[in-house]
């Protein structure tokens, strides 16, 4: 075969730029977003944040939701298009040839006037937020205050500094014993002193040696709750009380006391000091019911709203000079701009549209609670908003919703089938079944609790087709423990 040379001719789906920036603000998180858009406003000259009623030129939304599904659809703007869009009413008659020095010295008076202001609202040192106190710091400024010398205290903040999140030392005691040059003996002097400071029982090596730390702080060594940390602690998790009471030779009412008393102990010492925050969450929307209906609000409070700056603005609409590179850079961020405010507006319009579909599927819960929750997957969404699956997924990751049942993430309404025992019955929703096992336990008795396989029977009898082992699985996703662990003796 000779290599010769062949023209073909195909259509291909590509996506631009723009439309890679769409679908990334798509699937953004409100938080991601506000940073996403913050970037942009530092990075485009030509975007400023408009103030709420402010006149200024607006840009044109985006056709709809094909933005985000066809390629095909995207075109570039032309010059002309850019130089029209900039040319209007509003800057006729103005002056398009004022000079680049005349639109500088503008510019850095209004940003010498608001770093001022910036300056004047911000809060004074007095109101700053105080940092919360870490169990390293807390157990330091215990160990300055002990009797220890100066070579033990040292080996004490290598133990401090090597506690996890959960208080407990995870280091051998062999390497402490190496790295300090001290005997060992001296070195468990220093851990025994640390296991009493403030948290007790923080720096143990493992659980029993944690809670036989403030068994001894409360004066408890010795008693039948201390034999039972020393001996019998898988007995206990197991709540095998009777077990344990035949073992000890003791009465089942007192090893429920003991182990009552075992509970108040804290099995993490360093829980207090967890330097984890609890964030509010923000909903994306707000689902109320006005006059019968149910209605979809967009939540777009402190999100940023953008226009065109004014004087960039007169600046495009002045006589055009192919060979300035300012203006073909100017140009090129208008475009950027014009884009970015098209993407935020039809990603509002695809989260409004969605969340009304999920509404409008999911109305028995909207109305009545999660044991009408209906079940629900990413295609029947697709095929009411016309939309692809991948879109849905997008749309609905790290959004919120509000509502009078309360806050929930739009993930939260997607969930299994699950079969009933009867032909001709609604299919339940798998969050619906887990929800009536959760019920069942709650109003079981605490001293006979129910297992997988009479909660599996119990819910045959409510015509639902479930096996035991989708019982546990559904149980543990509840972060409910076995019947054995959940049993208390009478």
């Known amino acids: ?140 400024w215990q160990l300055a205050l002990s009797p220890l010398d100066a070579s033990e205290q040292a080996v004490g903040a290598n133990i401090i500094g090597n506690l996890d999140e959960d208080g407990y030392l995870r280091v ?100 207090p000091f967890c330097a984890a925050e609890n964030h509010a969450v923000i909903p994306d929307v707000y689902v109320v019911k006005e006059d019968g209906q149910w209605v979809v609000l967009l939540n777009d409070d402190g999100m940023p709203k953008f226009r065109i700056n004014a004087d960039y603005r007169l600046l495009l609409a002045g006589k055009r000079d192919s060979s300035d590179a300012a203006r073909a850079f100017l140009d090129d961020k208008f475009r950027s701009a014009q884009w970015l405010i098209r993407s935020l507006e039809q990603r509002n319009k695809t989260i409004v549209r969605v969340v009304e579909s999920i509404v409008k599927i999911q109305e028995p819960f909207f109305e009545h609670g999660i044991q009408h929750m209906r079940p629900m997957v990413l295609r029947d969404v697709a095929e009411a908003v016309a939309l692809h699956e991948s879109t849905i997924s997008r749309a609905t990751d790290n959004k919120y919703l509000h509502c009078a049942q309360g806050i929930f993430e739009l993930k939260f309404f997607f969930n299994t089938r699950v079969g009933r025992s009867h032909e001709g019955l609604r299919d339940l929703s798998s969050v619906a079944v887990r929800e009536m096992i959760r019920k069942m336990i709650h109003d079981e008795n605490a001293h006979h609790p129910l297992k997988d396989e009479e909660i599996a029977a119990r819910l045959k009898a409510h015509n639902v087709k479930l096996a035991r082992r989708t019982v546990s699985k559904y149980r543990m996703e509840l972060r409910i423990p076995s019947a054995p662990r959940r049993m208390r003796a009478s």
């Open 172 to 271: 051998p005691l062999e390497d402490l014993v190496a790295d300090s040059g001290l005997s060992s003996v001296r070195i468990l002097h220093v851990l025994k002193a640390i296991q009493a400071f403030d948290p007790v029982g923080v720096a143990a090596r493992d659980l029993r040696e944690c809670l036989l730390a403030q068994l001894e702080q409360l004066g408890l060594t010795g008693t039948l709750a201390d034999t039972i940390i020393r001996h019998h602690l898988p007995e206990l998790q197991g709540a095998r009380f009777t077990a344990l009471a035949k073992s000890l030779g003791a009465s089942v009412d007192a090893v429920a006391r003991a182990a009552q008393v075992i509970e108040g102990l804290e099995p993490k010492p360093g829980r």
């Open 1 to 140: 075969m000779q290599p010769r040379l062949e023209l073909r001719l195909s259509q291909r789906l590509m996506l631009t730029p723009q439309l890679q920036q769409a679908i990334k603000l798509l699937q953004l998180s409100r938080l991601e977003l506000q940073e996403s858009v913050t970037q942009q406003l530092e990075d485009n000259p030509l975007l400023e944040e408009a103030a709420s009623g402010s006149d200024d030129l607006p840009v044109e939304p985006g056709s709809g939701d094909e933005a985000l599904e066809s390629a095909q659809q995207e075109a570039e703007p032309r010059d002309e298009a850019v130089t029209a869009e900039v040319t209007g009413d509003e800057v006729a008659g103005q002056d398009s040839a004022r000079s680049w020095d005349e639109s500088f010295n503008d510019a850095r008076q209004w940003r010498s006037g608001d770093a001022r202001s910036e300056r004047e609202d911000r809060p004074s040192f007095e109101q700053t937020t105080a940092q919360a106190t870490s169990l390293e710091d807390h157990l330091l």
